[in-house]
């Protein structure tokens, strides 16, 4: 079917080079866009939506986050949006309580800002839940919260040693208080929870799939997936309940990855065989560190509130520069999570030494998050050529920052975080995604902070290094061609004919908002492949072929 948007701004990023070009309508069906402008208006179409003068652009890509885990998370214990730890134990306790059949209480997202120190305490839960093991996991996904019969069965006591890639947090008598930081800590009681049953894998992919379409966004980078994920999405598909794409990102283990090889080529078989088109395997994620919030991110200079610490590199460096080429040598494209300086530089060395080791080939390159990256260092994703992932709706100074990332950074450091604005800048390519469920997966709300680095109420409500803020239309390419250039492909992000028809229609231009209210603008039809995944909610019902 043939569907022509009419009566529109239609904005698109240039075929080639920085611009950006406007027409006033366009027609596309399943196979591409046919037609835009006035071409558009004199062609065929079973469809015609009369916009109202709505805002159009190519659909939006989210270059980073973990749709499984947050569909996952409406189906067990709510932990989100809760103001202190006992309001999220009480919660836990009321969601155990009605379900009774279950043994392991799960919860996902609580936030890891509310305990001093983000040391949470068994006892808290237990007094909640004493007879079953609760494991939380905090909104950081590094941080998780455990009651005390969560630790017996792991088996941790005070003679646990510590992992060489995680923490038990102890209290003064050597005990685990019941916080455990990073999957070195936690992996012993993830490895107990009984996996997820088939209709929780479909509810958890409907859930997902309906959250980014309503959003806008046609396209997902999964940047965590373990082998049972694969089989979740192929379930999810089969069940007929995703309408995005999705690249599977395989998660690749510091300390299992030669075994894992043969692994990743056979899931991305099985993936290309069974994936109709919505999803590919054509990824490997790595985690060069942790997280600032829990002094897990790898730094240049210790951190200042712990002055022992450089925090937690999860890979050997040349352990990583191997890793990272032997899977670009089969064909993947290597994703690295890295947020402290030291855990820029590795990732950005393996890649240098990457380049130098392996053939050339049309690959993609891409470090997500970047939060800290040394001045030395900023002009070296233009020069290698690797894509500046970043979560633009964490760029903004709020409670992350004020209680959690400031006193550990200091000043100086604090004040050069996600500096998008000067990577772009210096040429590299930049592009958005959000991390759902850590933060939000819409991307106008990204976008206003890309745009505005400024919170719109609360204690902080300057915007933060100003001179890092892009402008609305640098930020819609970040989350539109950008993310497609990340994903290496060459028929996503633009609006033009012969390229993919993936549409987003905005109720109004975000560049002619007040762009605090940019976030708040109502996305009204979302088309992936030429297909209505969301909406339309104005116009529609004229149809006609002229
Ligand atoms: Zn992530």
């Not at 102890?170 to 992996?187: F, H, I």
Request: contains cysteine.
């Amino acid at each position: 079917m043939t569907t022509r948007i009419e009566n529109a701004t239609v904005w698109t990023p240039a075929e080639s080079g920085e611009g950006y070009v406007e027409y006033s309508a366009v027609a596309f069906d399943q196979s591409g866009i046919l037609a835009v402008g006035d071409e558009a208006m004199s062609h065929a179409a079973e469809n015609v939506i009369d916009a109202q003068g709505a805002f159009v652009c190519p659909g939006f890509r989210d270059g980073h986050a973990h749709p499984i885990p947050g569909g996952f998370e409406t189906l067990i214990a709510p932990v989100r949006g809760h103001a202190t730890p006992q309001a999220i134990a009480a919660a836990v306790g009321t969601w155990a309580r009605d379900h009774s059949d279950v043994e392991w209480i799960r919860g996902e997202g609580f936030d890891h800002t509310l305990a001093p120190g983000g040391i949470f305490h068994a006892a808290w839960l237990d007094a909640e839940v004493p007879d079953r093991p609760v494991v939380l996991r905090a909104t950081d996904y590094h941080t998780v919260w455990v009651n005390s019969e969560a630790l017996r069965r792991a088996g941790f006591t005070s003679t646990t040693p510590q992992p060489h890639d995680g923490e038990i947090v102890r209290d003064e008598s050597g005990a685990p208080v019941g916080t455990l930081r990073e999957w070195g800590a936690w992996r012993p009681v993830y490895d107990l929870l009984p996996p997820k049953t088939h209709d929780q894998v479909v509810a958890s992919i409907a859930t997902a799939s309906e959250a980014f379409a309503s959003t806008g966004v046609t396209w997902v980078q999964d940047a965590w997936v373990e082998p049972e994920d694969v089989d979740a999405w192929l379930t999810g598909l089969a069940a007929g309940v995703l309408d995005i794409r999705v690249d599977l990102g395989l998660w690749c283990d510091p300390n299992t990855w030669r075994d894992q090889l043969e692994h990743f080529l056979e899931a991305r078989n099985r993936v290309v065989q069974h994936g109709e088109g919505l999803l590919s395997a054509n990824t490997v994620k790595f985690f060069a560190d942790g997280v600032l919030e829990s002094a897990t991110g790898a730094m240049l200079e210790p951190y200042c509130d712990c002055p022992h610490s450089k925090g937690l590199p999860n890979w050997d460096p040349e352990e990583l520069a191997l890793a990272v080429a032997a899977v670009d040598a089969l064909g993947f494209d290597p994703h690295i999570h890295a947020i402290g300086d030291a855990a820029v530089r590795n990732a950005l060395n393996a890649f240098e030494t990457m380049l130098a080791a392996n053939e050339r080939r049309d690959r993609r390159m891409t470090i997500a998050h970047a939060q800290l990256v040394d001045a030395a260092d900023l002009g070296r994703f233009s020069t290698l050529g690797v894509t500046a992932n970043f979560e633009p709706y964490w760029a903004k100074y709020d409670e992350w920052q004020s209680e959690l990332t400031a006193p550990r950074l200091g000043d100086e450091r604090t004040n050069r975080q996600f500096m998008m604005r000067t990577i772009l800048d210096s040429g590299a390519n930049v592009s958005f995604g959000s991390d759902w469920p850590v933060t939000t997966q819409a991307p106008l709300e990204g976008i206003q902070v890309a745009v505005t680095r400024q919170m719109t109420d609360g204690p902080f409500r300057e915007p933060w290094m100003p001179e890092e803020r892009l402008t609305v239309e640098q930020a819609l390419r970040a989350y539109t061609r950008s993310v497609a250039y990340q994903a290496g492909d060459p028929r996503g992000g633009v609006i033009a004919p012969g390229y993919g028809s993936d549409i987003v229609m905005i109720e109004r231009d975000p560049r002619q908002v007040d762009p605090l209210e940019i976030g708040a603008l109502k996305v009204l039809g979302t088309w992936r492949d030429g297909t209505a995944v969301f909406g339309p909610v104005r116009g529609e019902g004229h149809t006609g072929s002229s």
